[in-house]
């Protein structure tokens, strides 16, 4: 048992729990990006210290709005180009660029994001106790906006390639089906970059996965992947659900 215990802690285990190294750039946002992308290892071991949580909680938060509102600004570009090609799908609510409909969506994903993760925090927070890891309700906020964060540069990065297949549909003629199909797949590119928050998400909670005693860690480890993967599902239904209800009332 001892032995099964020491290799399924090396696997589990990043580091040791305890760091407490200042961020790059004296703790600017942008050294904080820089760990998001190269460095997530490195992000995952100051998530640990409560006084760092504070730190870093507004900061992920900022780089997650920041990356959501590049993409709400593109999107109600693209929308727009599109309708005034074609016509308006009548499967989505209102967000012309001509009247105050026009910061409709970029409201909606950025406070319906944000209304999802409250929604959903504290079964994360219950979750992991359940699990038997060792953290606190910050701490569960801290790796719920850092996956939050990852997620928005992730849509970042995908939302060049986006904007160009959208403008070979309004340049070029193209059928009416074609037009549908890109504004539905603009509309989803949130949740298929959100894919890589949920792993990184989860990659950092179950590596607290050595708070758990190593003579229950086996068993709890495996349970824990699998309240995490029902967390995911869970924050997956919810998300669109309160982005679309929030965009429809925002329209009326």
Same mark, same amino acid.
């Not at 906006?145 to 939302?159: N, S």
């Not at 179950?206 to 309240?227: E, K, M, N, Y």
């Not at 993967?229 to 925002?250: D, H, K, R, S």
């Given at each position: 048992?001892?032995?099964?215990?020491?290799?399924?802690?090396?696997?589990?285990?990043?580091?040791?729990?305890?760091?407490?190294?200042?961020?790059?750039?004296?703790?600017?946002?942008?050294? $904080?990006?820089?760990?998001?992308?190269?460095?997530?290892?490195?992000?995952?071991?100051?998530?640990?210290?409560?006084?760092?949580?504070?730190?870093?909680?507004?900061?992920?938060? #900022? !780089?997650?709005?920041?990356?959501?509102?590049?993409?709400?600004?593109? #999107?109600?570009?693209?929308?727009?180009?599109?309708?005034?090609?074609?016509? +308006?799908?009548?499967?989505?609510?209102?967000?012309? +660029?001509?009247?105050?409909?026009?910061?409709?969506?970029?409201?909606?994903?950025?406070?319906? $994001?944000?209304?999802?993760?409250?929604?959903?925090?504290?079964?994360?927070?219950?979750?992991?106790?359940?699990?038997?890891?060792?953290?606190?309700?910050?701490?569960?906020?801290?790796?719920?906006?850092? %996956?939050?964060? #990852?997620?928005?540069?992730?849509?970042? %990065?995908?939302?060049?390639?986006?904007?160009?297949?959208?403008?070979?549909?309004?340049?070029?003629?193209?059928?009416?089906?074609?037009?549908?199909?890109?504004?539905?797949?603009?509309?989803?590119?949130?949740? !298929?970059?959100? $894919?890589?928050?949920?792993?990184?998400?989860?990659? %950092?909670?179950?590596?607290?996965?050595?708070?758990?005693?190593?003579?229950?860690?086996?068993?709890?480890?495996?349970?824990?992947?699998?309240?995490?993967? #029902?967390?995911?599902?869970?924050?997956?239904?919810?998300?669109?659900?309160?982005?679309?209800?929030?965009?429809?009332?925002?329209?009326?």
């Amino acid at each position: 048992m001892t032995a099964a215990c020491a290799k399924l802690s090396s696997i589990e285990t990043l580091e040791p729990p305890v760091v407490a190294e200042a961020l790059p750039d004296d703790g600017s946002t942008v050294g $904080l990006l820089e760990l998001l992308l190269k460095s997530e290892r490195r992000l995952n071991l100051l998530l640990r210290d409560p006084a760092r949580q504070r730190e870093i909680i507004p900061r992920l938060l #900022a !780089v997650a709005l920041g990356g959501f509102a590049i993409y709400g600004v593109a #999107a109600t570009v693209v929308l727009n180009a599109i309708a005034d090609k074609t016509y +308006w799908p009548q499967f989505v609510p209102m967000a012309r +660029w001509s009247d105050a409909s026009a910061p409709n969506l970029l409201a909606a994903y950025a406070i319906g $994001l944000i209304a999802a993760n409250g929604v959903c925090l504290p079964s994360f927070y219950f979750y992991g106790l359940l699990a038997g890891v060792k953290t606190t309700l910050l701490g569960v906020t801290a790796h719920a906006m850092k %996956g939050m964060a #990852a997620g928005a540069l992730a849509l970042v %990065g995908i939302l060049p390639i986006y904007v160009t297949l959208a403008l070979g549909v309004v340049v070029f003629p193209a059928p009416r089906e074609l037009s549908t199909l890109c504004v539905a797949l603009g509309l989803a590119l949130p949740f !298929v970059a959100g $894919l890589w928050g949920a792993r990184s998400l989860y990659l %950092g909670f179950v590596s607290l996965a050595d708070t758990i005693p190593c003579d229950q860690r086996g068993v709890r480890v495996c349970f824990l992947r699998r309240l995490l993967l #029902a967390w995911c599902g869970c924050y997956t239904f919810v998300t669109p659900v309160m982005i679309y209800a929030l965009w429809n009332y925002l329209a009326k």
